[in-house]
């Protein structure tokens, strides 16, 4: 009798465990593809600082104006980058970017960032994804041109 009552409060131990396990969140929705193209403008407000502001098309998104902005080291880092994109029904989408740049001639900048959508809102509720980013930046009139290739997590 005692190893069959022992049994059970093992078995109800074991029941209790895997559901905890298996409560977790939902799982993700497909990962798809992701690409974007954008043009515009960025600023200097302060020393070590870059705003950026553009218009692109996305492969998910469609048409979309970003704003965003991050410091840059001596070094050639970048760091504390932050952006907000929002698409032409409104729904928005934001996350960070961080990663490097360096001189090219005739006064351009290329950087190379990763970029990690984190929170959307509207039909991009729940979206996350990450992407590399190549932008070039040309500080004679300060406009910029992106180009990005990465995935998206569908929710």
């Known amino acids: 009798m005692t190893r069959f ?17 298996f409560a977790g969140p939902a799982p993700a929705g497909p990962t798809v593809p992701y690409r974007e193209s954008c043009n515009g403008s960025v600023a200097f407000p302060s020393p070590g600082v870059l705003t950026f502001s553009g218009r692109g098309v996305a492969s998910i998104m469609g048409r979309y104006a970003i704003s965003g902005g991050n410091q840059i080291t001596a070094d050639g880092r970048i760091i504390n980058g932050t952006f907000t994109s929002m698409a032409a029904d409104g729904s928005t989408i934001s996350g960070i970017y961080f990663g490097t ?22 039909r991009l509720a729940g979206v996350t994804g990450r992407a590399a980013v190549v932008a070039i930046v040309n500080l004679n009139n300060n406009t910029f041109h992106y180009d990005t290739l990465g995935t998206w997590t569908l929710p």
């Open 5 to 21: 009552v022992s049994f059970r409060r093992s078995a109800l131990a074991l029941v209790a465990l895997s559901v905890l396990g």
């Open 101 to 122: 740049f360096r001189n090219l001639p005739n006064n351009l900048v290329r950087f190379d960032v990763t970029a990690v959508w984190q929170q959307g809102t509207g």
